[in-house]
């Protein structure tokens, strides 16, 4: 499951501040990853809350219900009938601001992208991915949707591929962005699965790379099929699970797997050494069986003397499916 908190932080934020989220707005099993929220100052304890919703069946008319406290037990009074008071749970009335440049702070320093810059109001520039690519949070719809955006977002990267991450836009809007090199995604759609302290991370496997249909390489690993610029082919299962785990590594903007790497990944511990170097022999082999005994061929599979193997391919141009 993705998201969880993050997903909700994300969620709260587009209306804009204050940012408030409740206590009770987290499942027991994320309250590790609450209380991270808290020490990394992204919540700070706002104070009790003073209203509740109605009962799910009342017809009284109220809007909400007078929350009152009696030392640290809450009841949410109803107006209509006192034998519809609810005793509350004091951790679930609790409310907390979020804290959006913390927020983006926690998100940046999740993927390792160092301190957020704040470009323009409601805009943060969280930082440079190895291939170049900018990332642009807008937490708000005030801030993704206000006037002279493209001047906004070039403040954070003058020339080069934007991805603007923040509430959903109309498609006519996401088009014309598009068309000058600033592509969107919702917090949804990017958002890693929770794993410790990454639980903030935007997933860059899921961030657009504004290639689309302009790839070099592109991977389906469901049939094993490899598309080299206009011709595709199946081809075996092993030297497939070679290709994907070098172009996984170029996607992430890191090219060069070790052989070592690439050892425990594909083999069992007591496989030779030397395996890696014949799977790489047998990948370039299938690739020129089915693509030709071409230049472009025979050095689309690079060896970097003792460092490892890699993909030539220009950066964001390798998919995988």
């Known amino acids: 499951m993705t998201g969880g ?3 909700r932080l994300w969620r709260l934020s587009e209306a804009g501040e204050p940012v408030v989220m409740l206590g009770r707005q987290h ?5 590790a990853a609450f209380e991270r929220l808290l020490q990394l100052g ?6 009790r809350e003073t209203s509740w919703d109605i009962c799910h069946d009342c017809d009284c008319g109220a809007d909400e ?3 009152l406290w009696d030392g640290d037990v809450a009841t949410a009074k109803c107006a209509a009938d006192r034998r519809r008071d609810e005793r509350l749970d004091a951790d679930d009335v609790r409310s907390f601001s979020v804290v959006l440049h913390a927020f983006m702070d926690g998100v940046a320093a999740a993927m390792g992208l160092g301190r957020p810059e704040l470009v323009a109001p409601g805009l ?9 690519r900018i ?12 006037p002279g955006l493209v001047g906004a977002l070039r403040l954070a990267h003058k020339e080069g591929t934007i991805v603007l991450v923040g509430p959903e836009l109309p498609a006519l809007m996401r088009g014309n962005l598009a068309e000058q090199n600033i592509h969107h995604v919702q917090p949804a759609h990017a958002l890693l699965p929770s794993a410790g302290d990454l639980f903030l991370a935007l997933d860059i496997h899921r961030l657009p790379d504004g290639r689309a249909g302009r790839y070099d390489l592109m991977l389906t690993a469901a049939t094993h099929t490899v598309r080299l610029d206009d011709q595709e082919a199946a081809i075996r299962a092993k030297p497939f699970q070679l290709l ?13 797997v070790h052989s070592s790497v690439l050892h425990a990944m594909l083999f069992s511990a007591n496989t030779s050494p030397d395996a890696v170097r014949k799977l790489a022999n047998e990948l370039r082999g299938q690739l020129r069986e089915h693509f030709g005994d071409t230049h472009r061929v025979a050095s689309l599979i690079t060896t970097n003397n003792t460092l490892g193997y890699s993909i030539a391919c ?4 390798v998919l995988v499916k």
């Open 65 to 67: 219900r007078e929350v």
């Open 314 to 317: 220009p950066p964001l141009s």
């Open 135 to 146: 990332i642009v949070a807008a937490p708000t719809r005030a801030g993704i949707r206000q």
């Open 42 to 47: 992204i919540l700070l304890h706002r104070g």
């Open 124 to 132: 943060w520039s969280l930082g440079m991915l190895p291939d170049g």
């Open 244 to 256: 994907k785990v070098l172009a996984d590594a170029h996607r992430d903007g890191r090219p060069v």
């Open 5 to 7: 908190l993050s997903q």
């Open 27 to 31: 499942a027991p099993a994320e309250d």
